[in-house]
């Protein structure tokens, strides 16, 4: 996912009312465990937008970008299932129920 916003119009909500858009459509679709995006790790204004709406930091990759310093890259998830509970012999633990993100946004 991509999201912007042209400079003049935002800290006015809506960045929020096109993330929630697309969340809303994840949550109902019913098959969409996660959802995940790249922000550029100096884009503190994204993250904490991000970190607002539930996203949290699964990764950062070094040198994801190749045309912007810096590089590098955190990738942020949201998660809407809570983690699985999984019964084993050993005991029963959390396992969460992701998919792997394998494209450059
Ligand atoms: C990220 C972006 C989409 C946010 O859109 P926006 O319309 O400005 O965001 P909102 O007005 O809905 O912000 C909601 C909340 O997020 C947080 N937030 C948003 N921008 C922030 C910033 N620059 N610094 C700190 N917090 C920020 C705030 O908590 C804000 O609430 P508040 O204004 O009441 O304090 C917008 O800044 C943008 O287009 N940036 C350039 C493109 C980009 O970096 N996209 C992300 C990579 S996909």
Known sequence: MTLGCLA?????????VMLKHVLDICEKDGNID?????????N?????????HGFTIAE????????IEPAD???LQK???EPRAVTSTAGSELEPSVA????KH
Do not use: D, M
Not at 8 to 16: A, H, Q, S, W
């Open 8 to 16: 003049p119009y935002r800290r006015l909500c809506i960045g929020t």
């Open 34 to 42: 996660s959802v995940f995006l790249h922000v550029q790790v100096s």
């Open 44 to 52: 503190e204004g994204a993250i904490k937008f991000y970190e607002k």
């Open 60 to 67: 950062e990759k070094k040198n994801y970008y190749k045309r």
């Open 73 to 75: 890259a955190y990738l």
């Open 79 to 81: 998660s809407f299932k």
């Open 100 to 103: 792997t993100p394998n494209s």
